[in-house]
Each structure stands twice: as C-alpha cells, then as structure tokens.
C-alpha cells in the first residue's frame, strides 16, 4: 500500500527544508566576514573551515537525494492512482455489460411471458367468439358471457403488468394503426353496461355526433385506459350511476383532440389521499384491497399511457359523493376500409404451431371469405410459399423448427432473387411486440402487427392498413 499524496508530500517538504538549512548555515560559518558571530555556530559544529564545506555539501547532496526521492515516490503515487482509476474504469465497464445482459434477458423473459399467457388467451377469445354464433339457450348464453369477462379480466391485468414493465424499462412503443373508435370502446362499454345491470348502477354513454369513425392510433392502449378507469369507476361506486362520454375537443391539421370523461357517484377520494393516487401500488383503503381487487398499478400506467399519446390524464373528487377522471388523446384521422380492398387478398397463409389458434383462425378467415392455407411451422411455409402463390401471409413469430423471423427473411431473400415486382404482405402475429422486437420484425421484411389475442373479424381494417401502406 502507498501512502496518502499528502502525507509524503509534507514529510519530503520537511525534510528538504531542513536539510537546506544547515546546508546554507554551513558556509556562513565557514568565512569570517559574514558578519554571524562564531559562537552562535561552534555549539555542534568543528572550527574548522574545510570540515563545514564539506558537511555543506553533504547536505546539499542531501537534499538532491530527497529530490529525488520526492519525485520518484510521486511517480509511484500516480502510478498507483493511475491503476487504481483504469481498475475502476474496468469494473465499471464490466458492471455496464452485466446490466446489458440482464435487461437483455429481462426483455427475452417478458417476451416468453407475454407469448406463453397471451397465446392460449388468443384461443379462448377465439373460441367463445365461434361459441356466440351458435344457437345457445340462456344458461348457456350467461356461461359463455361470464367466460368471456374473466378472460377480458385476465387479458387487461396481464397487459397492465407486461406494459408497466416494458415502460419502467424503456422500451414501451406505441401502435400507428388504422382503427374504428365505436368498435375497440364499444365492446368495453358493453361490459361494464351489463355489470353495472346486474349491481343495480345505472350506466350511460355518449359519443360526440362530429366524431369521425377511423383514426390512427393505438387502439389497444387506448382501450387500456378506458377499461382501467371504469374498471375503477365500477369498483367503488355501490349505489348511483357510472357515465362515460367522447368528444371532440379541437382539430388541428394533421390530428384530432379527443377528450374522454368517466364519472360515478361512488365513494370518491378522501382530499388527503388526492395528492398519492399516482403513486405505485397506492390503493386509496388498502384494508379494502381484496373487496374491490386490483394490484395498484392502473392508475399510475394509465397517466403515463396517456402522455405517451400526448394527453392528460386529470380527476376530480369528493369524498362520498363521486369522481370525474378526464383524459385526452391526440389521434390522426384514419382511413375508412374499402369493402373490395378484402378481395386484394385472396388466398393467405395462416402460419401457426398452436392447434387451437390454427383451428380457430382459420375457421374465421373462411368465414371472411378468405381461401386459407396452414403451416405448423417456418419451414412449412417457406416450403408452401415457394409451391404457391399467396397475397398475405400471417405468421407467427415463436415458432418450432423455424420461428417466424427466419422464415420471413428467406422469403424476402426468395424474392429478390425472383425479382418479384410486388412483394407478397407479411403479418406478423406477435404475442410481445416489444420495441427491440418491432425493429427486428421491420428488418426482417414484415409489412405489420397483429398483437395476441385478436379478432380476426377486424383483418379488413388491417388489410386497409397494408395496402395504404400504413405504420401500424
């Protein structure tokens, strides 16, 4: 170990001084006419002239030597400092790569999450989609309707965990897609109509008539939000009436101002605990958490989806007596779908290794009117693609033997060493859609998004989206 800079540095500048001193007292003594008395000199030194001359010199090689060795130790000194700072550098180099690692696989994790969870999820929806068509009594009606709000309330609280995280991460992104307003809120306002039905809460809704219908968006955040503050309007409000209206708040050239409201006569929130209801996993009354559910984190993601649209999320409330949450949205006007764009897209490839989403979709898109191919796998459909001719292609991304990436890159390849004019569309269907994700797919050649679970009743909207050649 070396010492302190400081602590050498004062003991050579003490040793110096000294050392210089009886070097200059040496020769004053040694010639008369200086004009020091000799006796304040012959207390510890010989009379003799020659003698101090020589311990002069002595000491003046003294001092050179503690020059030196001054320098030298400052040379070790920074020497030192200087191997401490790169080992610090290292290790910070080597804590940055660590961490890269870790959110790395973070965002591996979470995508496998989202995949495994949504995936089944894709075929209840599905499922009890085809179920609704059929001829059902009324017991089976209410059963197939209560399976439908535990899966919509199992989506939303896994879309709220899985964005929180992608969010306190950075890596959340938001949707461009083509959508109608009526039919991504409808469903929502549906629900929580029939629920309010059965608590004896009267329900009402209004859109503003100037509204268009189509806009470019996130449909999927945005019904995030709505479904989290009726969610919260439902959960407090015992008695009284839940009211949500849309309107149109201002246009500008290249978007319109939508601002949402949701208001109840519910218990309100106390003027103490106004000030703390963004905070994460704040619960107004925590003792009540398990009477009215949820995990803490709606309202919190909800304002920060909102200012990810370039919106505000803000409330109102009395204690006892209600709330009022208002938000608003910047939205661009979208494009309302041709009927005959669908009959662009004749035949598609429907790539799926999961036999009930496979059996599910594909019973839907003939439905549509669509002629349906399917593949198991990549391999499969890059082997079908070179066999046939196809105008859309829905593939899969976590896949067996080959994941949709692959495939979707060889096709590119195929076709370019084709020289194929018009490029067949490419539709990943994902169950993640993280950013670093969203970019592999743009690289990879895809032409859009089709985030798990989805209604397949929605394709024309998303057709329109691809042959307007939309960002979604």
Known sequence: MFEKPERIKLKHRVYIVSVLIFALIGPLAAFPNSGIEPRL?????????????????????????????????????????????????????????????????????????????RTPLNGIFGLTSQFRKEKLNEEQAEMLNDIELLTQHLHALVSDVLDFTKMETGILELDKVNFHLMNEIGPILSFYRKKCFERGIAFSSHFDSTLPLFYIGDPNRLRQVVNSLLSNAFKFTEAGKIRFSCELESQQPDCFNLRFEISDTGKGIPEAQQSLIWDLFHQVNSTNSRSTGGVGIGLTLSRRLVEAMDGELSFESRENQ?????????????????????????????????????????????????????????????????????????????????????????????????????????????????????????????DGFLTKPFNLEKLPVVISNLRDSLEY
């Open 41 to 117: 000199l012959s207390i510890s030194y010989p009379q003799t002239s020659s003698f101090i001359l020589l311990l002069s010199l002595f000491f003046v090689l003294l001092s050179v030597i503690g020059l030196l060795l001054m320098a030298r130790n400052k040379s070790r000194v920074l020497s030192a400092m200087q191997e401490r700072e790169q080992k610090l550098l290292d290790d910070i180099e080597v804590l940055k790569q660590e961490t890269d690692i870790a959110q790395r696989t973070k965002q591996r994790f979470l995508a496998n999450l989202s995949h495994e969870i």
């Open 322 to 446: 209600g709330s009022t949450f208002t938000f608003s949205v910047c939205l661009k006007k979208g494009i309302s779908p041709d009927l005959l764009t669908q009959n662009y897209f004749n035949k598609i490839l429907l790539v799926e290794d999961n036999l009930i989403n496979q059996r599910v979709s594909m019973f839907s898109l003939k439905q549509l009117g669509f002629n349906v191919d399917v593949a198991d796998n990549g391999q499969i459909a890059l082997d079908k693609f070179q066999e046939n001719h196809y105008d859309l292609i829905l593939m899969d991304i976590q896949m067996p033997v080959m994941d949709g990436m692959e495939a979707t890159r060889k096709i590119r390849a195929i076709e370019k060493q084709r020289n194929v004019e018009t490029p067949v569309k490419i539709v990943a269907i994902t169950a993640n859609a993280l950013g670093d994700d969203r970019k592999d797919c743009i690289d990879a050649g895809f």
